[in-house]
């Protein structure tokens, strides 16, 4: 109820200053429309995702609230969210195919169209002009122009892709779930041209860039190790990492895929999840070798770092996703247990690290935690939350 | 005395735990409807459509019989992403599911 209020207050405002812009009014009435809550940038804003109701709520986390709900994007059962680089613009990607521009500023749909069957995720160019989405059904990608989301190019590869992220010089790097291939589509060059690599190994699930956008990694769920790719020496071809781990050992179920976007690269050291295992991989940036482990209470989700580094933060898949564990970076000793209820789904940092907006889908609430103290700070009620996206996303590589 | 005891015990049980249990058993439902929808449907969609995981709409069952979907479920399926849920779900849990997979429509 507080919310509408607050919403058609604005609404009403965002009037009076269009108005204004239109009609000579009275200095008065000018001053006082000043565009205080229309002019604005969007910064500290993030777009959560409500996956039971097909819609997105824009949080202000300045103020910690909700400001306001955009509705009708179809099933968003599996969903992520890349921006524009000028921030302004979030495009969804959704489960059922569907992709949509929303302006966040204007806090409404500016395009949409249903690009696929079953879409898993994309990514937005080096040079913001391009969205990349990837698909499960019929299998693919495809590429739209972000300004209107007409087609730009459709690239099938007779596979469900995975782990598409952009990268430096206009790329876009993807994996084929049921090829065992990487491919680069290159938009620098017209007409985009196509580098395969084959037999990079079973099932790649889903991939990462490292920050700097030089390495390519997918994850395997076929075999251990990951592969990865130099995007400085494409020459070199794909490399195993970790090709000996879990060797021998049996395989726990995994009821949920980790997910690698988001991982953790702190102090030359780079944080994994396991696949079939209840631990988080420590590798060694410079060599890729694994220099430990860290057990950990279930099959880890989603291994993310705060962006100082200084801590790793952990949640976990069914049945254990009630919980997260957050580590030292530096000694990998535990520092917190927190346990907000089931369905952890999503954890998002804001840009500085100073708190952590954490997604409870069965208590319908995002909780906001204060990295240091671990304290509860804000908590905004939303329809089963999963994932949640800072703007920030926006001037990142891989994204 | 001892034996009279037992049956004060049993029989006090009974009272107690048949309601209960027949509560428990539609809560029970309640969460696996819930299991379904978000749990599978993390790698078959949430509207059960197919993802990284196969479809699992009604139609697209229909050539498998219903041991094979209760053996799939609780032993898994060697080779492909689909985990054992024999660990966490019971066969009566795994009948139930195959019975709500055939009326489909989450």
């Known amino acids: ?399 | 005395m001892k034996v009279g005891f037992s049956w004060l015990i049993l029989a006090a049980s009974i009272f107690l735990v048949l309601p209960v249990s027949a509560d428990s058993l539609s809560a029970r439902q309640q969460e696996l409807e819930h299991l379904l929808k978000h749990d599978c449907g993390s790698c078959h969609g949430m509207t059960l459509q197919g993802g990284l995981g196969s479809s699992l709409l009604p139609g697209d069952l229909k050539e498998r019989s219903d041991d094979a979907l209760f053996q799939a479920i609780k032993q898994g399926l060697p080779g492909l992403a689909m985990p054992p849920w024999g660990p966490l779900l019971s066969d009566s849990d795994i009948h139930w599911l195959v019975e709500r997979l055939r009326k489909g429509s989450m």
């Open chain 1, 1 to 399: 109820m507080k919310r509408r209020t607050v919403l058609s207050s604005l609404g009403v405002l965002v009037g009076a200053s269009t108005l204004s812009a239109c009609a000579p009014l009275s200095n008065e009435l000018q001053f006082n429309a000043a565009p205080a809550l229309s002019l604005r940038g969007t910064g500290d804003l993030a777009v959560a995702i409500a996956r039971a109701d097909g819609k997105v709520a824009i949080i202000d986390t300045s103020q910690e609230k909700i400001i306001a709900e955009v509705p009708g994007l179809g099933d968003l059962s599996h969903a992520s969210i890349v921006f524009s680089r000028d921030a302004r613009f979030a495009f969804v990607f959704g489960r059922d195919g569907g992709l949509t521009r929303i302006d966040i500023l204007e806090q409404k749909i500016t395009h949409r169209v249903i690009q696929g069957g079953n879409s898993i995720g994309g990514a937005i160019s080096q040079d913001g002009s391009l969205v990349a989405v990837s698909n499960y059904k019929p299998g693919g990608v495809k590429v739209f122009s972000s300004a209107d989301l007409t087609q730009v190019a459709d690239i099938p590869c007779g596979s469900k892709t995975v782990g598409l992220v952009d990268a430096p010089g206009q790329r876009f790097v993807f994996s084929l779930w049921d090829k065992n291939e990487i491919w680069i589509a290159d938009f620098s060059k017209s007409p985009f041209e196509i580098t395969r690599f084959e037999d990079i190994g079973r099932n790649p699930y889903d991939a990462l860039i490292t920050p700097n956008g030089r390495y390519y990694m997918a994850g395997l769920f076929g075999e251990d190790g990951m592969a990865q790719l130099d995007l400085w020496h494409l020459e070199k071809g794909v490399k195993r990492v970790l090709p000996n781990y879990g060797r021998g050992e049996e395989k726990l179920p995994v009821y949920k895929m980790p997910h690698l976007e988001g991982w953790a690269i702190a102090s030359g050291r780079a944080f994994i999840p396991a696949v079939g295992r209840h631990e988080v991989l420590i590798l060694d940036t410079r060599t890729w070798q694994e220099v430990g482990r860290i057990p950990v209470l279930g099959q880890p989700v989603f291994v993310m770092a705060r962006p100082d580094g200084r801590q790793i933060w952990v949640n976990f898949a069914h049945p254990d996703n009630s919980h997260i564990q957050v580590f030292d970076s530096e000694t990998l000793e535990p520092l917190e247990h927190l346990q907000p209820g089931l369905g952890v789904l999503h954890m998002e940092f804001s840009p500085r690290g100073e708190s952590v907006w954490v997604s409870v889908r069965d208590k319908h609430q995002i909780n906001q935690y204060d990295t240091e103290s671990f304290q509860l700070k804000t908590q905004l009620s939303l329809p089963s939350p999963s994932g949640i996206f800072m703007t920030a996303r926006a001037h990142m590589i891989g994204l």
